[in-house]
T-cell receptor, first 118, second 111 residues
């Protein structure tokens, strides 16, 4: 159990366009989801924490108007990269915590989305 | 900002045990110790977590020092599929329940 599905797995877009990435918890409800970005040969960097029904909390240095996060239901969070530029090319990964009392629960990760902006 | 320290890389031979260390000298009383691993081009995978007592599951064992300032992930018999980057992470459920990753340890398994 505890499967997180991320879609698409890869996307290529032109500079200036927007891209939406979906993260779904398939067999559990996720009050909280996290979005990460990972550049080649680097670790995951937390971008934002998304709570169902409320505004996302962004990490310092992450532009909230550029990386729009919506967590409208307990099973779906989306990340939209607006006006993408080549420097936004990266591996984007979401994760979800099962349930409301999540303090002792592990995170379950999607398989990531490889974004390439040309 | 990562609160754990791990070696950058380690090597192991196939079918031998592997001990992956993690130092977390500033751990608080409510921090859980989590371990995840990431294979190339995939999202991280949960391995194990614990608070104070040693933990065992089908994937690995987690040995936690008595003072909790360090822990060790133990793979009892390494296989080629265990080659990955292993991340040791502290997670405080009472304060900002998020997960920040450090650099991790890249484990190479030799046949």
């Amino acid at each position: 159990g505890a499967v997180v599905s991320q879609h698409p797995s890869w996307v290529i877009c032109k500079s200036g366009t927007s891209v939406k990435i979906e993260c779904r918890s398939l067999d559990f409800q996720a009050t909280t989801m996290f979005w990460y970005r990972q550049f080649p040969k680097q670790s995951l960097m937390l971008m934002a924490t998304s709570n169902e029904g409320s505004k996302a909390t962004y990490e310092q240095g992450v532009e909230k108007d550029k990386f729009l996060i919506n967590h409208a239901s307990l099973t779906l969070s989306t990340l939209t990269v607006t006006s993408a530029h080549p420097e936004d090319s990266s591996f984007y990964i979401c994760s979800a915590v099962r349930g409301i009392s999540s303090y002792n629960s592990p995170l379950h990760f999607g398989n990531g989305t490889r974004l390439t902006v040309t | 900002d990562a609160k754990t320290t791990q070696p950058n890389s380690m090597e192991s031979n196939e079918e031998e045990p592997v001990h992956l260390p993690c130092n977390h000298s500033t751990i608080s009383g409510t921090d859980y110790i989590h371990w995840y691993r990431q294979l190339p081009s995939q999202g991280p995978e949960y391995v194990i977590h614990g608070l104070t007592s040693n933990v065992n599951n089908r994937m690995a064992s987690l040995a936690i020092a008595e003072d909790r300032k360090s822990s060790t992930l133990i793979l009892h018999r390494a296989t080629l599929r265990d080659a990955a980057v292993y991340y040791c992470i502290l997670r405080d459920p009472l304060n900002n329940n998020d997960m920040r990753f450090g650099a991790g340890t890249r484990l190479t398994v030799k046949p």
